[in-house]
């Protein structure tokens, strides 16, 4: 890795993650253009974020997220950031790596989802867009070892 993640802390003013403690974000865009939501609320069409994780472990502490809709990650720089999400009705736990082969991906809609840097000592610089666009009130989060019932093991 050639900066250190202080670097692109600083280079682009993450501030701590909200609802995660190991990751820091910023908001970088938010579209003027809105749109009817699922709920028939207007919103802004899309917004984009970056995201940094510092290296961690899947464990039933883990937390997973849920938005509204579809969020399309995006790997930037450092290490493989390995996703995982509940197909519900697979009942299956599926893994995506990114920063090998793949370098985005789409979770779709209501989907429960995690994203973790699985490499020591190590962090994954990503983006997030969301569409039609991210609001905290969508969002909801919970712990792995609450969500193991829905996918057979």
């Known amino acids: 890795m050639s900066q250190p993640k202080e670097y692109w802390i600083k280079k682009l003013d993450l501030q701590p993650h909200p609802k995660e403690d190991k990751g820091f974000f910023r908001e970088t865009y938010r579209d003027e253009y809105t749109v009817t ?5 207007q919103r802004n069409a899309s917004t984009v974020i970056y995201f940094l994780h510092d290296s961690d472990q ?26 995982y999400y509940i197909d519900e009705k697979e009942r299956k736990m599926k893994k995506v790596e990114l920063g090998v082969e793949e370098f985005h991906f789409p979770f779709p809609k209501e989907t429960w989802f995690t994203r973790v840097c699985e490499v020591p000592d190590s962090y994954s610089l990503i983006g997030c867009t969301v569409s039609p666009g991210f609001d905290f009130k969508d969002l909801q989060t919970t712990a792995f070892k609450n969500l193991k019932s829905l996918f057979d093991a």
């Open 58 to 83: 899947l464990t039933d502490e883990s937390t997973f997220f849920k938005v509204q809709h579809t969020e399309m990650i995006h790997w930037y720089h450092g290490s493989p950031l390995t996703l």
């Open 37 to 41: 939501g699922r709920t028939n609320e």
